[in-house]
């Protein structure tokens, strides 16, 4: 642990000065916690697991925080941050800290211990987690608090006041940092039982005492700076929300006194009015902007950044994994210097680097040009550095010239650019890309085809992943295991997968993806254009890590991806088999994406690598091919306003994909979720043949949109059961539910199919859940 976090610190400063000048203004918004090699996931997990004891978690915990201050101190990072380290989320550490412990876990009172806590984050024997959801628009997932008029707040974890107090002693002063009291209350719900319409912020006064209970503990631990994270500012807000803020810290500010607040907000620009709010903020002595993300900060900045106070300007990206251009950067600072004064512009990053990769100098696999390219959250921490003292009058030349000569190879690298496919994807712009015949003409001509029963039933494509499976894979990754070898293993899997389909007679079948290890990667790692690291983890939720695959350079296809698995499936049955892709938006929202051009020019080159397949796909005789859209959703921006412009190209990508083929051919899309509601005509735009969605927690809220007379004509699959869980549904409960359905939907669109893919399931569960569900679908035809 930490030996290796304080070597890896200096591995990329060979031009560290030996003394620091402590007056360069440099700030962190926050650090990954996770460690360079998931330290913190496996502590957790094996404490979670009854393999280690609370003693040792905290053990890794606390040499991960120690080599992370450390690491941050010997870099010359003025504004370190802390309490940014959690055992699972930094908004439940919010809730701990405020008591706000929902009723069923039986908290009695006293300091928040790992057993409530980790019951809150992960459910126990008896009590199901809290729910989690996405934290703005990151691949983060936070706990959401459940709040309501009958909540007693107490202050019931002293960790913020330890944290400070812990890196004190390793000699390091830090800012503590938390979420803000009023998006605290933003990023809330109401508690079961507890009306809808209930007005979260009306418990702004119940929790505030708290904060300044723990602001009075740090003053007295000797904190001078302090931060809020209220970076619900940056959202679309309304007026009663605004004055929320001026409430807060107005009533925050005695409290504060002695010391110097930063306020931070992030992952977009500050809309006009929410920026009067901020900046009139009474007792805040400076503000964090994002100046990554969003147009208009620079702007209002230069007209209307309040005079005295402090600017910490994010100009290093936290969600992304490139090098910094410093000199671009660098006349940025030097610009907001001159407006906010010398002495009152800090050096930050643009949000916390929770969201980018910990550190590239544990990446084996990258080669040396590409790694030039990139800054992982280690060398973010540098290049802050770095632009501080290049502004303090100490600019590092080599290190600049480094990074100008990286830049440069970037952008000159025949790696990068690729002009044919330059020239393809320009030519997609302005066109629409639609296929020439309705979807109902469509369904019609492939129903001759395929001759499917009302109600077909078919599954999302994934089976159960065993052990053995991975091995196989690992080995013919490590060459291992020959190809031949690997060959047979895969093809009897898919046998097995399909002969087991033909037994529970499901209409249109799967080969099961046995070959795929991750839906993105696999498909990345066949593209050109894509680079792949060892460890650039970034943490999705709790313990959960994922790891993106880094978009370098203009994306093709050279060749065939799955032609060779989907064939050969499709040899082994009379029935459809079912092509199976991810989709170009997918691909994206789920990559860390090059910053060199619009995210939208990336996706259009992605599309077409698609479409090449999907083509290859109807060559090959494959008549109905799935082309997952997992993540459409999930890239929606913050704001309303840009909703538009995004779900345009995502939509036009998508169909970009499958314009090509015969009216025969049926092309399917997948969602990885139900709240579909405000985007429906855009998945209506998509004109898929059919969609299968998931929709185990909300018939409800789907059924809702057909019910208010959304005009929908292509089939749809609205998952009968929830794959997330290893309980068996029964075959009345199926039958129940696609019966609800029908009352709503045509009977010759609907499909019958599980949520989502089966891939982390047994097949202990699978095939008793696929028998009610067949057994269902049978019965119901038969009463039609
Ligand atoms: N086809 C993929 C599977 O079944 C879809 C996974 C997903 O939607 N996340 O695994
Ligand atoms: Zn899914």
């Known amino acids: 642990g930490t030996t290796t976090l304080r070597r890896v610190s200096h591995f990329f400063l060979p031009f560290q000065p030996t003394s620091f000048n402590r007056t360069m203004a440099s700030h962190i918004v926050g650090y990954p916690r996770m460690g360079p090699k998931r330290e913190l996931k496996f502590a957790l997990e094996s404490f979670w697991d009854g393999k280690s004891s609370a003693e040792d978690l905290q053990k890794v915990a606390a040499d991960l925080r120690s080599s992370i201050w450390k690491q941050m101190s010997d870099a010359g990072i003025k504004y370190i941050p802390s309490n940014t380290f959690s055992y699972y989320d930094q908004v439940l550490d919010t809730t701990a800290l405020l008591g706000a412990v929902p009723s069923r876990y039986n908290w009695n009172g006293g300091e928040i211990g790992f057993d409530t ?74 508690a079961k039982g507890v009306a809808k319409t209930f007005d979260l ?49 107005s009533e925050l500010e005695s409290a504060c006194s002695g010391l110097n607040v930063i306020v931070a907000t992030y992952f977009a620009d500050v809309p006009a009015e929410a920026f009067k709010t901020l900046t009139s903020l009474p007792g805040v002595s400076g503000y964090t902007f994002d100046l990554i993300r969003g147009e208009q900060t620079l702007a209002l900045i230069k007209s209307s950044f309040p005079s005295g106070k402090y600017l910490f300007a994010g100009i290093v990206d936290g969600r992304n994994i490139w090098a910094n ?138 089976f159960p992943q065993t052990i053995e499976l991975r091995r196989v894979r690992r080995e013919y990754k490590a060459k291992k295991i020959s190809e031949e ?113 619009p995210r939208f020019e990336t996706c259009y080159q992605i599309a077409l690598a698609i479409k090449d397949e999907v083509e290859d796909l109807e060559k090959a005789g494959i008549t109905v091919i799935q082309i997952d859209e997992a993540a459409l959703r999930e890239g929606l921006p913050l704001r309303k306003a840009e909703h538009g412009f995004y779900l345009d190209w995502a939509v036009h990508s998508f169909r970009i994909t499958n314009v090509g083929v015969a009216d025969t051919t049926q092309i399917h899309t997948h969602m990885c979720y139900s709240n579909f509601n405000d985007i429906i005509h855009s998945i209506i735009n998509m004109d898929a043949d059919v969609i299968t969605i998931e929709n185990s927690r909300s018939d409800e809220k789907l059924l809702s949109v057909f019910r208010e007379g959304v005009k929908y004509g292509a089939g749809i699959g609205p998952g009968v059961y929830d794959i997330h869980s290893p309980r068996i549904p029964s075959m009345e409960e199926i039958y129940d539910r696609v019966n609800k359905m029908l009352a709503v939907l045509e009977t010759n669109i609907l499909w ?33």
């Open 117 to 190: 806590y980790f019951s809150m984050a992960r459910g126990n024997a008896s009590v199901p987690a809290m729910e989690m959801t996405k934290w703005f628009d990151t691949n983060y997932h936070f706990i959401v608090p459940e709040l309501g008029p009958d909540v007693k707040f107490s202050y019931a974890s002293h960790k913020a006041v330890t944290e400070y107090k812990e890196a004190k002693a390793l000699g390091v002063d830090t800012v503590p940092v938390f979420v803000g009291p009023v998006s605290y209350l933003l990023l809330s719900k109401p």
């Open 201 to 249: 912020l009306s418990l702004l006064d119940k929790i505030l005492p708290i904060y300044k209970e723990v602001i009075a503990e740090l003053k007295e631990a000797g904190a001078t700076w302090i931060q809020f994270d209220e970076a619900t500012l940056v959202k679309d807000l309304e007026a009663y929300q605004l004055e929320a803020f001026t409430k807060a810290y």
């Open 325 to 462: 251009d410093l000199a671009g950067s660098l006349t940025v600072l030097e610009s907001l210097e001159g407006v906010v004064g010398k002495d009152k512009l800090v050096v930050s990053t643009s949000c916390s680097l929770l969201h980018t990769a910990v550190d590239l100098v544990n990446e084996t696999k990258l080669d040396d040009e590409i790694k030039s390219w990139l800054a992982f959250a280690a060398q973010k921490v540098v290049e802050v550095n770095a632009l501080a003292k290049a502004l303090a009058g100490q600019k590092d030349e080599a290190y600049f010239s480094a990074n100008a000569a990286a830049q440069a190879s970037r952008k000159s690298s025949p790696r990068v650019t690729n002009e044919a496919v330059q020239k393809a994807a320009a030519a997609l712009r302005g066109s629409d890309h639609r296929r020439a015949t309705n979807v109902s003409a469509r369904l019609d001509a492939q129903q001759k085809k395929l001759n499917l029963p009302i109600l077909p039933t078919t599954t999302i494509g994934s």
């Open 485 to 597: 070898e690997y060959v047979k293993a895969i093809k009897e899997e898919i046998s097995k997968v399909v002969q087991l389909q033909e037994e529970l007679d499901i209409d249109v079948l799967v080969h099961g993806e046995p070959e795929r290890n991750d839906m993105v990667e696999y498909f990345g790692e066949q593209l050109s254009g894509f680079a792949f690291t060892a460890n650039g983890w970034v943490q999705s939720y709790g313990s959960r890590c994922v790891k993106p695959p880094i978009i370098y350079g203009d994306v093709s296809r050279p060749k065939a991806m799955t032609v060779f698995w989907s064939s050969l499936a499709q040899e082994m049955t009379k029935r459809p088999m079912k092509g199976m892709l991810t989709g170009p938006v997918t691909i994206l929202n789920w990559s860390f994406v090059r910053n060199d051009q």
């Open 752 to 784: 019958v199919n599980p949520d989502c893919g089966l891939k982390t399931r047994k097949y202990g569960e699978v095939k008793p859940a696929l028998q009610n569900m067949v057994t269902a679908a049978k019965k119901l035809r038969a009463e039609l």
